[in-house]
Nanobody
Framework: QVQLVESGGGFVQPGGSLGLSCAAS????????MGWYRQVSGTERELVAT???????EYADSVKGRFTISRNYAKKTVSLQMNSLKPEDTAVYLC???????????????WGRGTQVTVAP
């Protein structure tokens, strides 16, 4: 089992910045992917950004150039720096952690409880 603890989020005006962090603990393998998804009530969860244990990143087109994801491999933490925030970035942001024991195994996935980000005048 893997536990995820999220921090950060809150309220900010358009154009402002916020940071999110997520720490993973428990039975963690050497190869994993951590990231952030977001969800607005009544809509599907969507990818924001992910980063692998090797440092490979992936971003949603809507956040490229504004959000930066980073990770601390030793501490098993992932952070998301969100700049130039827009009202449409308002959502619950959920930390995601995926790992597998080897390349032949399926990924096991875990989710954080989510943290609210609100962007409004």
């Amino acid at each position: 089992q893997v536990q995820l603890v999220e921090s950060g989020g809150g309220f900010v005006q358009p154009g402002g910045s916020l940071g999110l962090s997520c720490a993973a603990s428990g039975n963690i393998f050497n190869v994993f992917i951590m990231g952030w998804y977001r969800q607005v009530s009544g809509t599907e969860r969507e990818l924001v950004a992910t980063i692998s244990s090797g440092g490979t990143t992936e971003y949603a087109d809507s956040v490229k150039g504004r959000f930066t994801i980073s990770r601390n491999y030793a501490k098993k933490t992932v952070s998301l720096q969100m700049n130039s925030l827009k009202p449409e970035d308002t959502a619950v942001y959920l930390c995601n952690f995926r790992q597998r024991r080897n390349v032949l195994a399926k990924y096991t996935e875990y989710w954080g409880r989510g943290t609210q980000v609100t962007v409004a005048p």
